[in-house]
């Protein structure tokens, strides 16, 4: 048990000195996970006037802050999560499971007979430890949002998704050569140098039915 406590003492002190959770907390941003996508959008110019954009798996919100503080009402922003999420100016919230379609008929209702033209998730699955059980539940989250894609997403769209090292990342990349044009690997400076996590963003989407 004291190994434990140490364990978690050490991750808070590690937490707390990070420049990035200070940065956030001075700039008034929700996570230090703002950074990483801060970094990806200039690097990658994800994002234009004019936009729609959904984020999946949005809570606590720090990826569509940075979308509404920087772009505004020069882009339409839907984000939906299982969890609360207070509420953000020029952001329309849905709490509720994306795959429910009582939430895809709100999002609908939000895009108006439009298709997104950037998806963007920084969802992960919930840890058992079991890896392979783990695994599988991520594939599984990763196939919806490639069903997510299929019916919303318009041709040429974008998608950047938050990916773990392992099976599940290796067949979503698999996949995602039969569903868009390109797709490359991103580590920005934000993520953990020994985090298993990095971002992969697909560009050129290719619906099967278009």
């Known amino acids: 048990m004291a190994r434990k406590g140490n364990k978690t003492g050490e991750w808070a002190r590690q937490h707390l000195n990070d420049p990035y959770v200070k940065k956030a907390t001075s700039e008034g ?3 230090r996970a703002v950074y990483k996508f801060q970094e990806i959008e200039q690097q990658d110019k994800l994002i234009r006037s004019g936009m ?26 839907v984000a939906v999560d299982l969890l609360e999420m207070d509420p953000l100016d ?8 994306f795959q429910d379609q ?15 033209d950037l998806v963007i998730s920084d969802m992960a699955p919930n840890i058992t430890g079991v890896r392979s059980s783990d695994e599988a539940q991520y594939e599984a989250l990763l196939d919806s949002v490639f069903d997510f894609c299929e019916a919303r997403l318009k041709p040429g769209g974008n998608l950047l ?8 990342a290796h067949y979503y990349r698999r996949e995602v050569k039969t569903k868009f044009k390109r797709g490359v690997v991103r580590k920005p400076k ?21």
């Open 190 to 210: 934000a993520s953990r140098p020994k985090s298993r996590e990095y971002y992969f963003l697909s560009t050129g989407f290719k619906p099967s039915k278009a």
């Open 161 to 168: 998704v938050k990916l773990f090292e392992g099976s599940a």
């Open 102 to 116: 009582s939430v895809l008929n709100l999002i609908d209702e939000f895009a108006q007979g439009q298709r997104f």
């Open 29 to 31: 941003y929700r996570s």
């Open 90 to 97: 020029k952001v329309r919230f849905i709490q509720g499971d």
């Open 52 to 77: 729609l954009i959904a984020d999946l798996g949005s809570a606590p919100g720090g990826w569509s802050q940075y979308i509404a503080r920087r772009w505004g009402d020069r882009v339409k922003l």
